[in-house]
Structures are given as C-alpha cells and as structure tokens.
C-alpha cells in the first residue's frame, strides 16, 4: 500500500469500533501514506442521536436504511467523512452501505472491537468485511 488514503473507523468512545455506524457519535479517521499511519483526528459525525426521527420498525426481510429520508440521512453521514475512502463499523444497515459505495467509499463490516487492531489489519490486507453484519 503505498499509496495516500484516510480510513474512518466508526466509534463510540474513539477506542473501540461502534457496533452502528448509523449511531455512533464519532469517526476516528487515519491518515495513511506507504503504509503507515501518519496522522489520526476524531471527528464528530452525524446520526441517529442527531437526526429528529430514527428509522421505523422493519417486517420481516425488510433491510434496514431504505425508509423515506435514508438517503438525505446517508448524505449527511457521508458528507462527515467525503475525504475518505474506506469506513470500518461493526454492523450497519444495507441502505448506508450502498449509499457510501456509490460515492465510491468503501465500507467495511468487522467484527473486531479495538480501533487500532482493526487499522493494523487494514493495513495488512487482512481486515475482511463480513457481509453478514450488514443489517
């Protein structure tokens, strides 16, 4: 990896991965050239605990993130993180992930806790993205 790239990884603390990136108040975002780590900031970020009304209730084999107003939401999200192009969250709905895709941010679903073991495995190419944690 030797080129220029930032990685937001979705937090609730700035230590631990959030397991929502819909809910979660923070983006831990890393600055990465050749390989390393350069630079780290958190960033406040928008989400549920800011938007005046949360998803409604899903049926059954509903995904979550297609309701009226998702896309203005996922907007608002993405917006926090535009210089990025990699997101890490535990879980997150199906509605944001494809939403962050087409603006060609990749979103990584993991179920690794810590932050910085997480950036670790980004940066060896060993950080899988489990689709099953898509909501």
Known sequence: MSEKVRVAVISDDGV?????LGRAPYAV?????GGKVIAR???????????????PELSPGERHGYDAGAEVRH?????SIADCQVVIAGRMG?????????????PIATDVKEIDKAVELYLTGKLS???ERLD
């Open 16 to 20: 631990n991965i959030s397991q929502h």
């Open 29 to 33: 975002v890393f600055a990465i050239e």
């Open 41 to 55: 900031e958190e960033r406040h970020k928008p989400g549920h605990h800011t938007f005046a009304a949360h998803s």
């Open 75 to 79: 907007d608002e999200i993405a917006q």
């Open 94 to 106: 199906w509605g944001v992930y494809e939403s962050l895709k087409a603006r060609n941010i990749e």
């Open 129 to 131: 993205h489990l689709k």
